[in-house]
């Protein structure tokens, strides 16, 4: 749910990383706090567990300048991959304006991938929104690994509606920001059909 | 987006001085006011260094996840909260169904006289709130369109955003 503050001219949005444990969620946020400018971000939140299992979230606010005299803030998130953290994922899906699904390429992961994919709209349904309709990127994360999934079957077994897809190697950084402006800009845009 | 919140000039000014009486009758640090989704609506006090965008993210976390106890075992929700610390404590209550109201406070104040000065500021806030979302409706009502920032958004706008 998007903030906007008139009295500060701020707006807020929140985006959502979703994904199979272990998918490379938290390292798309750690990436992006690591190569962002420091007055461009706040501190990155992790509640993890002692071997660095999302045990809540993790949370890194962005500042990405100013669109129309309105500072641009956008919240990122992650969830808890685990299936067993279900509940958790259902509250941080909360107020969610812009969704990144982080899907694991490694052949062994697939199962994985599609159980969450199915747990997203599932949950996304049960706070009110619909996969069909927010803002949503894919992204494939791992294709520096030997035993991934060709690309082509990913996307016919993970995409949902001709949504923007990526290829990642998350902790390399690469597409990382590609992934974040497409769901960015798909917020933006739906802000600007809002308020049309 | 049909379910942003808005937060007009004058209401922010009304929430400020609510936030700044209740800072003051409670003999509290620091009062924050937060979004149930985690983000910042107003603060008052010795902010300091605090970084206030990582507690109103996690005040609503622990509110979220508290809320998903209360009905785990057949409650409506917890509307009050309490956090005793060695020095600083912190009072989180419910306003209006969708608004965190955080007070910390140390030995200078108690948790009954927080408690007491937040009844009396819920309801101060309370009207605030529901004074926003009439302006909302009556805006809706009267086709009458917010300055909003984004009616006129280009790509350019956006993609400006992205360069390095």
């Known amino acids: 749910m998007t903030f906007i503050n008139y009295a500060s001219r701020e707006i807020n949005c929140k985006i959502v990383y979703y994904g199979p444990g272990l998918g490379g969620k938290t390292t798309n946020l750690q990436y992006i706090y690591d190569t962002t400018a420091p007055q461009a971000k706040g501190k990155l939140i992790s509640l993890a567990t002692e071997t660095d299992r999302t045990l809540f979230f993790d949370f890194l606010p962005l500042e990405l300048g100013t669109v129309r005299g309105f500072k641009t803030r956008f919240h990122l998130y992650t969830v808890p991959g685990q299936v067993f953290y279900d509940a958790s994922r259902k509250l941080i899906l909360k107020g969610v304006d812009g969704v990144v699904f982080v899907a694991d390429s490694q052949t062994e992961r697939m199962d994985a991938n599609i159980e969450s994919l199915w747990n997203l709209e599932n949950n996304l349904k049960a706070q009110g929104y619909d996969l069909m309709k927010i803002p949503y990127v894919l992204q494939l994360n791992k294709r520096d690994l030997p035993n991934i999934i060709s690309m082509d079957e990913l996307k016919r077994e993970l995409m949902r509606k001709g949504e923007p897809v990526f290829e990642a190697v998350a902790y390399k950084g690469v597409g990382v920001f590609d992934t974040l402006k497409a769901v960015a800009k798909q917020v933006l845009v739906e802000l600007k059909k809002g308020s049309g | ?164």
């Open chain 2, 1 to 164: 987006m049909s379910n942003s919140v808005v937060m007009y000039e004058a209401e922010y000014q009304q929430i400020k001085t609510v936030i700044a009486k209740l800072c003051d009758d409670a003999n509290a640090k620091m009062v924050f006011l937060v979004d149930k989704n985690g983000q910042q609506i107003a603060s008052h006090g010795e902010i300091g260094n605090i970084d206030t965008t990582s507690l109103a993210s996690l005040t609503a976390g622990n509110v979220a996840a508290t809320d998903g106890l209360a009905r785990l075992i057949g409650e409506k929700e917890f509307p009050v909260l309490s956090h005793e610390g060695e020095k600083d404590n912190i009072h989180i209550s419910i306003v209006a169904q969708r608004v965190i109201l955080v007070v910390i406070f140390d030995e200078r104040s108690s948790l009954g006289l927080v408690r007491l000065r937040v009844k009396r500021a819920s309801n101060e806030l309370t009207d605030v709130f529901e004074s926003i979302v009439r302006k909302v409706e009556q805006h809706k009502e009267q086709g009458v369109e917010l300055d909003s920032p984004f009616a006129e958004i280009t790509d350019e706008d956006i993609d400006n955003l992205f360069r390095e």
